[in-house]
């Protein structure tokens, strides 16, 4: 799982540099959402021995990338994606009026299948991805109101999760293609890390909202 954000560059250099036809589209992609971490525990706190909740709410988040997709026939394919997505939380309770938060920014690399057909309009196509995806912890902070604390060795520096994109693609200049999608992103490993699980916090990446893309197709090859 660890290479495969290098198998997915390998990858978008080969379809760039394909004469690939139509069946390969390649361009970057933006993503606008929320994000929480689920299942979470409550822990001791430091405060005269005090117990603080940590129960969280969804965060805000944005993300970019590079979204490959090639398809085998006129329905299935497959996509590669790969990039920079932010995550984290807001604490949902806390012992003042501020609500601090937790920032993870992580290196997404994901892999799948890709299914369109005939949409509800003129030119229009549904499309669904559905795929496995690779979360690389870039750095990650606590944020309160007067600054931050580097909390990056309480997270795990890998998880993995499984991604599903439901959208539509509306053709632009013939071969290119503006694609639309809400999305889910589900972490499936434990989050937290260091002291944080030795304390007894526990909980799981959950990620969604709109991703739209602009994938630019290839001529056809000429013999």
Not at 48 to 69: P, Q, R, T, W
Request: aromatic content about 12%; glycine content about 12%; hydrophobic content about 40%.
């Amino acid at each position: 799982m660890k290479k495969i954000g290098f198998l997915v560059l390998i990858f978008c250099v080969c379809v760039l540099k394909s004469q690939a036809q139509s069946k390969f589209s390649m361009g970057p992609v933006y993503s606008m959402g929320a994000s929480n971490i689920f299942k979470s525990n409550s822990m001791n706190g430091m405060n005269m021995g005090s117990e603080m909740d940590s129960k969280m709410s969804m965060k805000l988040n944005a993300g970019a990338g590079l979204k490959a997709e090639y398809f085998f026939s006129e329905k299935w394919g497959m996509f590669l994606q790969t990039g920079f997505q932010q995550r984290g939380a807001i604490f949902k309770e806390y012992m003042d009026d501020y609500k601090p938060r937790y920032r993870l920014n992580y290196w997404d690399a994901m892999a799948g299948g890709a299914f369109r057909t005939k949409g509800i309009m003129k030119n229009h196509q549904f499309t669904i991805n559905l795929g496995i995806t690779q979360h690389t912890l870039l750095e990650a902070n606590r944020v309160y109101d007067t600054g931050s604390d580097h909390i990056t060795n309480e997270f795990k520096k890998v998880d993995v999760g499984l991604f599903l994109g439901i959208g539509g693609n509306i053709p632009v200049s013939g071969k290119d293609i503006f694609q639309i999608q809400l999305f889910a992103n589900a972490g499936m490993l434990q989050a937290f890390s260091g002291n944080f699980a030795m304390n007894g916090m526990s909980g799981r990446n959950f990620l969604t909202g709109i991703q739209i893309a602009y994938l630019i197709g290839k001529s056809e090859k000429k013999e």
